[in-house]
């Protein structure tokens, strides 16, 4: 097989079909939200099954049962120094509430913040700033993070604020697989900015009222190979579904498509198996806690071993063309390959190295895999944080046609460049390298307490 040949050949494929944006206005138009487990979240994976057979594939469709959420009315009200009621969303997985305390603000919500505020945030509400643009080679902590400190410092409810302005309320689960132990309401920056322009008066109290369910529930992992003359495995992932008050069309209808479109691509073009085989995984319920990528690490603890690298789409397509960028999991020492893989194809994307662990990779790197999520090192929308991403404005007017080609083209070619040589073999974090980063993401006593840690491989 001409390996130079099918390369330009894939990229012919994506650059000369409109199908990305076909899949794009299906998912987000025709379906809505497919938040985790509704039936809207379950026709998404019928779609997509329907697609991969099409392309050539034999797709199979494996399900799971996980706890739920189901939304209910939320209310926020300041009740003192004046009465105000203010635009507001439960958090997913926020249990029925009716609390009301007075307000203290945390900042932005890292650790620093919540040690100037000490124990005055006992039997309190947080008032939190949600996802910001770290500082240069800092690290912006997850909502989750800042939730975990709140409860931590004794606080009885937690309101998340957007970053971003046009009162765009935000959202974002609390938990996974279980009720949330305080309760969280998303609002707006405007919203946020009004309430820390009144704290700078004096004290103010706030009512926060509502809630939602918990309920078990069933989603959905689609799988497809396109098979190669080796058991090693090179895995394609992204998560379908999106959050109940938006399409989810950045988050993450986009980095599905570019998941099909890689696959199209690729089953078109390539003629002969190439070295490694190509598993392709478009997870459910990871918007309420990576629920369907670590159902498939858990189900499939014994082939791990085989699997050399995993591509994660999460967040594809979202800046411009030619802003593509491939950020690595903690393998600084994968940076300068990647480079390298770049020059050699002609096309120059970004290769950044930080440990992340609130994507579909995460439970593939607690397995020591080497992992990257494809990304934009350049937002095209001029935010910050997650930009219009967990908010009723993410929709398909948001995504540019051309940036799902160049993500779809940019996947493509490191997957099969990838899959076609012997790069990469053999690596493998330990157990003990491990431990390091996930001790600074306090997360190592969790994932052992879950029989997460470490994964058998």
Request: charged share 25%.
């Amino acid at each position: 097989m001409n390996l130079e040949l099918v390369d330009k050949l894939v990229t012919g494929e994506v650059f000369s079909s409109d199908r990305a944006l076909r899949h794009l206005l299906f998912l987000c138009d025709d379906l809505g939200s497919r938040f985790a487990g509704s039936p809207q979240e379950r026709r998404a994976a019928e779609y997509i099954a329907e697609q991969l057979g099409e392309f050539g594939y034999e797709p199979v469709v494996e399900t799971f049962e996980f706890i739920g959420w189901q939304r209910g009315a939320a209310s926020l009200e300041v009740v003192s120094p004046f009465r105000r009621e203010l635009p507001a969303l439960v958090l997913p997985y926020s249990q029925p509430a009716d609390l009301t305390a007075e307000l203290v603000p945390v900042g932005e919500g890292e650790a620093e913040d919540f040690a100037r505020v000490g124990d005055r945030l006992a039997g309190k509400i947080a008032l939190c700033a949600a996802e910001t643009t770290p500082a240069p080679g800092r690290r912006a902590s997850h909502r989750r993070e800042k939730y975990r400190r709140a409860v931590e410092a004794g606080a009885v409810g937690f309101i998340f604020w957007n970053q971003n302005p046009g009162q765009v309320v935000i959202t974002g689960s609390l938990a996974s697989d279980a009720g949330a132990p305080i309760p969280g309401f998303g609002i707006s920056r405007e919203s946020g900015l009004f309430l820390l322009r009144l704290l700078e008066r004096g004290p103010v109290t706030v009512r926060l009222t509502g809630g939602g369910s918990t309920v078990r529930l069933t989603s959905q992992n689609v799988i497809a190979d396109l098979p190669g003359r080796s058991e090693e495995l090179i895995i394609v992932g992204a998560h379908y579904d999106g959050h109940d008050i938006s399409q989810g069309a950045l988050d993450n209808a986009a980095g599905t498509v570019v998941g099909l479109e890689i696959a199209r691509a690729l089953r078109a073009t390539v003629t002969e198996p190439l070295e490694r085989t190509v598993r392709f995984i478009f997870f459910g319920a990871e918007e309420v806690g990576l629920v369907g990528s670590w159902r498939y690490a858990e189900r499939h603890r014994d082939e791990l071993g085989r699997v050399v690298f995993m591509l994660n789409l999460d967040t594809a397509a979202r800046g411009r063309l030619g802003t593509e960028c491939l950020v690595l999991t903690g393998w600084p020492e994968l940076v300068g390959y990647f480079r390298d893989l770049s020059r050699r194809l002609g096309y120059d994307f970004g290769v950044e190295d930080r440990f992340n662990t609130h994507s579909d990779h995460f439970p593939f790197a607690v397995a020591g895999i080497p992992t990257a999520t494809l990304t934009s090192n350049d937002r095209a929308d001029g935010l910050v944080g997650r930009g219009w991403g967990h908010t009723p404005a993410d929709t398909v007017d948001k995504v540019s046609p051309k940036s799902l080609q160049g993500a779809a083209m940019v996947g493509a070619r490191v997957v099969l460049s990838v899959a076609a040589g012997q790069e990469l073999a053999g690596l493998r974090r330990s157990p003990a390298e491990l431990e390091r980063f996930l001790l600074e993401e306090r997360l190592l006593d969790e994932l052992r307490q879950q029989g997460r840690f470490p994964l058998t491989v």
